[in-house]
């Protein structure tokens, strides 16, 4: 998607408690509930009879202007509040474009969805004080928007509203339940509005999707014979092998294919990946555990979508550790505070790891741990949504590598459970010139040596910028993914896994692959 998802995170934990602006913050990763990859894999044809009326919903324009409040303050062009993989307003031109085209094949039953959702919408709005139609948005709006978001099926949209509206005083309590989200097999991001077997996120990241072109992803979500998919989420008769559950990192990692394309070059090719519904760039270990938005519930159903999974590969912890650098001084915060907050995250940790365990009895959880970041270009490049403050390379470093040791204690404590450290395997790759060259640090030491050297590289340098994407300071590159998993492969797969046959020749490393 090439978005800064962090930045959704980070506003979020920074103005959670901000009214309307909960509607819309970041939410809960995972797969909407009820609603699982059979069901939209069997899309069959709608046979609903209608009045075939053109209807003109809005429901890009109310979004639009939605986004726009002050008290919301984000992009219409780029926001991806419920982290779908799609851009939202993308989204509600696809329910628009449907709507009003009546001899669409999912016409009547997406129609038959949205007016049940408009009536019920109706009815909340008639109860909902008229103050905060003067203070924020015109009640037409509101009803707009909210029907265009329910109606798209996507099961973490609507808990926004029906969790945060109850933090309003006088707003009426509302049950999901009464939502109608049977257009979901069309409209959602996992949803086929064609019925051609490619997901809709799949063809919006297949097609040209920067704000003049999302006409481009309508088209190919409506033409049954573009069958590109462009990744985004999993094919309906697939075996995967492995699941990605975490923040941006695995996200990206996901979307670009990477660790699939590790497996192939090292011989493990029937091995596939799976990642749509349990990656997520809001991900954070204490907001997952807290369950405020159904992190969990929506983590248990994610995880049991893919029941056979050998590997749930998580990792965690990083948006914990930088919301840490935006609370307190790091350099001169005492050892007491320091170890009492970096103890929550590793309870919550252990939550996360209960939940997926309890969800996949028969996977091994892997806490595969982070490699330097670089807190300076951090600092400068999400200074706008959050302004962690100054901290030493150095001590950045060695709170990560606390946080990582106790996740180290997990996997030790916790049956099924395994560790691999990748503190320093991109110093070791890129090298520090003329500091030093590539090799010229140690490599992260594995659970053959009992983790020696714990950890690897230098702690008084990040990696080169080079191997974050745009020189962020966080999100890596193709390249610096390919040979993190590396590591991971090495360190752990490679012992778990069974060879292909006459895969994996050489040492490929997908030079310049995703760049």
């Given at each position: 998607m090439g978005g800064r998802r962090i930045t959704g995170f980070l506003r979020w934990r920074g103005v959670l408690a901000a009214g309307l602006l909960a509607l819309?913050?970041?939410?809960?990763?995972?797969?909407?509930?009820?609603?699982?990859?059979?069901?939209?894999?069997?899309?069959?044809?709608?046979?609903?009879?209608?009045?075939?009326?053109?209807?003109?919903?809005?429901?890009?324009?109310?979004?639009?202007?939605?986004?726009?409040?002050?008290?919301?303050d984000a992009d219409p062009n780029t926001a991806d509040s419920d982290d779908n993989f799609i851009i939202d307003t993308a989204q509600a031109r696809l329910l628009d474009t449907i709507l009003a085209n009546p001899t669409r094949p999912a016409y009547c039953c997406v129609r038959a969805a949205y007016d049940n959702n408009l009536a019920t919408m109706n009815y909340i709005a008639d109860q909902v004080p008229a103050i905060y139609y003067s203070l924020f948005i015109a009640r037409d709006i509101f009803v707009r928007a909210a029907v265009g978001l329910t109606t798209t099926g996507e099961e973490r949209t609507i808990r926004i509203i029906t969790d945060s509206t109850r933090e309003l005083p006088g707003f009426p309590v509302i049950d999901p339940a009464i939502f109608d989200r049977s257009a979901a097999r069309w409209l959602a991001y996992d949803g086929d509005a064609d019925s051609d077997g490619v997901c809709n996120a799949g063809e919006f990241n297949a097609a040209p999707h920067d704000a003049s072109q999302f006409n481009a992803f309508v088209s190919a979500a409506l033409d049954p014979g573009q069958q590109t998919d462009g990744g985004g989420c999993e094919p309906c008769d697939g075996q995967f092998g492995i699941l990605l559950v975490g923040d941006q990192w695995l996200k990206d990692a996901y979307l670009w294919g990477v660790y699939e394309q590790v497996l192939q070059d090292h011989g493990y090719a029937q091995y596939q990946v799976a990642g749509s519904f349990t990656c997520s760039g809001y991900a954070s270990a204490l907001a997952w555990a807290e369950n405020k938005y159904h992190e969990l519930d929506s983590l248990t159903e994610g995880v049991q979508r893919f029941p056979e999974a050998e590997v749930v590969h998580l990792a965690l912890g990083a948006m914990d550790t930088l919301y840490l650098a935006y609370q307190y001084d790091l350099d001169t915060v005492s050892a007491g505070t320091l170890g009492e907050k970096l103890g929550e995250i590793e309870t919550a940790l252990q939550t996360v790891v209960d939940t997926i365990q309890a969800a996949n009895p028969n996977a091994e959880v892997l806490l595969a741990d982070y490699d330097y970041l670089d807190p300076g270009r951090i600092r400068e490049t999400y200074s706008d949504v959050l302004e962690i403050k100054e901290v030493s390379q150095r001590r950045f470093n060695e709170v990560m590598v606390m946080l990582g040791q106790r996740k180290l204690d997990i996997a030790r404590r916790t049956p099924r459970c395994a560790y691999v450290q990748n503190w320093g395997v991109l110093q070791c790759r890129l090298g520090n010139p003329p500091i030093w060259e590539p090799g010229g640090v140690p490599s992260p030491?594995?659970?053959?040596?009992?983790?020696?050297?714990?950890?690897?590289?230098?702690?008084d340098y990040p990696s080169l910028p080079t191997a974050y994407e745009d020189e962020d300071g966080f999100r890596l590159t193709y390249q610096a993914h390919y040979w993190i998993f590396e590591n991971c492969l090495e360190q752990f797969y490679a012992e778990v896994l069974i060879p292909g046959e006459g895969e994996g020749e050489g040492e490929g490393e997908g030079e310049g692959e995703g760049e």
């Open positions: 819309y913050g970041g939410v809960a990763v995972g797969a909407p509930a009820g609603v699982g990859r059979g069901l939209y894999c069997d899309n069959a044809p709608c046979e609903t009879e209608c009045d075939g009326d053109i209807i003109l919903a809005g429901a890009e324009n109310a979004l639009r202007l939605m986004y726009l409040l002050p008290i919301v030491g594995g659970p053959d040596t009992d983790y020696v050297p714990y950890p690897g590289g230098n702690q």
